[in-house]
């Protein structure tokens, strides 16, 4: 981590996306944070300027966002009009690409592997969350999230990616918070719960929502109940069964013609004279 001119999140971020096989996408994402600000929003175009800024937002993250981004702008062979355009400073995308430039230069002295991930974004999320889940934040109102640690209340930037999605998602991480008449979290991407356990066992724990330990021994009590009184009402069944087939049985077996025999109870068989014929 020391070989990285980074803060210690953003060097791990980059050597955890070399195991993820997502070092190519990472590596354009921590040179993006590496500039103050990359959008800008003149006087008298403010609408103009957001409206730009919304081509390039990925629902899940403003991570992703930047990445969209550059992405483009390589598309476009680098221009400087393609900037002008959509409201991008040129200036700053230019030091992006030296950073990116800088940092792929040390991952091959270290001997780290580039490796792209394709469109497989949920994998560049995760390794997201892997650097910033101490930062992460989970929701409790209506675009109000607490801090997971904390339990500071904060809240999704107006210029986020995530703030006019549609929905907001459960849990999130940040880069960092912004003090101004709010705690605003600046560069929010949406993670998964399960994500946060799995990384941070130390911090955090999945926990099914509304069901304690005595809960759950009673429901597991209950099944327990219902699974032995289907047994009994199978073994009651079978054996029915069973008696049902005996008696058919026995009564196959009297009904079998026995010559000489009669049962008890029978009338008995009149005693025939032979006919007598006269000479």
């Not at 999230?145 to 209340?153: E, H, K, Q």
């Amino acid at each position: 981590m020391v070989e990285f001119p980074l803060d210690p999140p953003l060097s791990k971020m980059v050597i955890v996306s070399c195991d993820m096989g997502c070092s190519e996408e990472i590596l354009t994402i921590v040179s993006m944070l590496s500039v103050p600000s990359i959008f800008y929003r003149p006087k008298g175009r403010e609408e103009d300027s957001d409206a730009a800024r919304e081509k390039f937002q990925v629902p899940e993250s403003d991570h992703l966002t930047f990445l969209n981004v550059f992405l483009q702008w390589k598309i476009n062979h680098y221009s400087s009009s393609w900037c002008n355009e959509h409201f991008i400073h040129v200036k700053s995308m230019r030091k992006v690409r030296e950073v990116r430039q800088q940092l792929k230069d040390i991952m091959g002295q270290q001997k780290m592997k580039l490796i792209s991930c394709g469109t497989d974004w949920d994998v560049v999320r995760k390794c997201i969350c892997s650097a910033f889940f101490l930062q992460a934040a989970r929701l409790k109102g209506i675009g109000e999230y607490i801090n997971c640690r904390t339990g500071m209340p904060c809240h999704l930037h107006p210029t986020s990616a995530l703030f006019g999605m549609g929905y907001t998602p459960d849990y999130v991480v940040y880069h960092e918070l912004i003090m101004t008449t709010k705690e605003y979290m600046q560069c929010v991407t949406a993670v998964d719960g399960h994500w946060l356990a799995e990384l941070g066992p130390m911090f955090y724990s999945v926990r099914e929502s509304g069901r304690s330990r005595h809960r759950m021994q009673r429901d597991h009590q209950s099944q327990m109940e219902q699974e032995m009184a289907l047994a009994e009402q199978q073994l009651r069944r079978r054996k029915d069964e069973h008696e049902e087939k005996q008696a058919a049985a026995s009564m196959r077996a009297a009904r079998i013609a026995t010559p000489g025999y009669q049962p008890e109870g029978a009338p008995a068989t009149p005693r025939r004279t032979p006919a007598r014929f006269g000479l």
